[in-house]
Structures are given as C-alpha cells and as structure tokens.
C-alpha cells in the first residue's frame, strides 16, 4: 500500500530550540473551522505494562479499521513491558548487548521511523492512529505536532523549558532527551507515536545508543524535575495537550481490549 515512514533524524550536534520549527517543517495551529473530530481513547494501563507485540496487534487492526473507514480515530495509552525496538530501516549497531544470548532482553522489529530505542513502565506511549487528511495531510507537520504535545505537557509540569532540538526528531529537557517519536503512515493513517520518560529506570537506556544519538544524553521528567512524577499525574494532562494541538475531543473506551 501506500505506506510512508518517518522517525527520529539521526545526524550532528545541533542547538535545541523551542519554537515550532525544526529540522524538517513546522507546527503552525490548524485553526479548525470545523466542529473537532472525535478520537476515541483507549488506556490500556488497566493490567499493567503491556506486551509490545501484543499492542503492535492491536494497533495494526486499528489502522485497518481506520484506513477502511470502519472505525473513528484511536488514540492508544499504553506502558511498555521493558522492550527494545529496532525502526524499519535499522541495523544493531546501536545495541549494545548480544541479542542472541540466553539473558538477552526482548529485541523487536518495527514498521515505525528511528533507530534502537528503550520502552518500559515508567514511560507513557501514546498511539495515535488517525486519519491525517482530517487534520493536515503533512508527515512533517505531524511530527512537529507531537513535539508540540510534549512541549506543552512538560511545561504543565513545571518545566516550561521543554525544546526541540534544532537537527533532531523528538523533545529535549535540560540537555537530555526526553521523549522519543517514531511514526509510520499507511494511506494517511498514523501509527506508533510518542514515548515520554516519566519515571523509568534509566539504567535500562544503558543497554543502547538511543536512537542511534552517541552524543546526545537521555533523561526523565523525574530525575530532570527531581520531583516525585508518576505516569498517571502525566495522562490526563498529556491527553489535554493532545486535544488541544489537535484541535480535537477524546472520549474514553468503555472496555479496551485485553491484549494477549
């Protein structure tokens, strides 16, 4: 099909910024005249940490429902059992440990942009499958968009210093990257999305380079705030955040699918 995907830049040093443009396109406020359209959202927090396969399923019969109109948008909330991910396009130069050994944590394959990167409790995912015409048909823009979210959530959390960097794809707080975005398109459709570290064990990010980025630092809205900040303080102002770069309104799933 028609499929195009789009995820974290990989290149030299660059001066962070905190405007709406970035290495490739901008953000600029759609300015709907039209009534917001309804995403659905669906947490799936409920069980606890959720298995990345088992939600990429998930997520894939979201998009085929969304592509063949059956469905309206989704929006997907989600913690990660720890998990490194592999973007479409990339090798293991970045992974730093032996994935063929016996202890070797789970290593996984993705349609999504990017390079190696770290998922695990602690870091809030959001999956937004969406039909991009009914925002603004632009793969830039829509990353820029989700930037946007994070920029604005972080500043709701008393950070108001959150940026993007001037070369790379993603969400920079205090010289450390916060916030990962890796996405993949399919006939205008979204999928993957957006990590933010919340509160995750960040020795876990030990294990890789993330995102390819040698000389680029990772970090946590915990340790950066150096604040007691848990996923379930960040959701709902993520979500509001969400609505209001998107110019949407969300309602809740009454019962989200239980993954396998």
Known sequence: GDVRRLGIAVGRRGLAVRGAK???GEWRALDRSSPPPDVHLMDLRREGPANYVSTMELQQRLVDDRVKNRTADVVVVVEHEAVYTLGRGATDEHVLFDP????APALVRTERGGDVTYHGPGQLVLYPVLQLADYRRDSHWYLRALEEVIIRTCADLGAPDAERHAEHTGV?????KIAAVGVALRRWVTYHGVALNVCPSMRDFDRIVPCGIADEAVGSLADLLQASVAVDDVVPIMVANFEAVFEAKTSPVASPPRLD
Not at 100 to 103: C, K, T, Y
Not at 172 to 176: A, P, T
């Open 172 to 176: 920079w707080l205090r010289g450390r």
């Open 100 to 103: 063929g050994a016996d202890d």
């Open 22 to 24: 970035q290495a490739q």
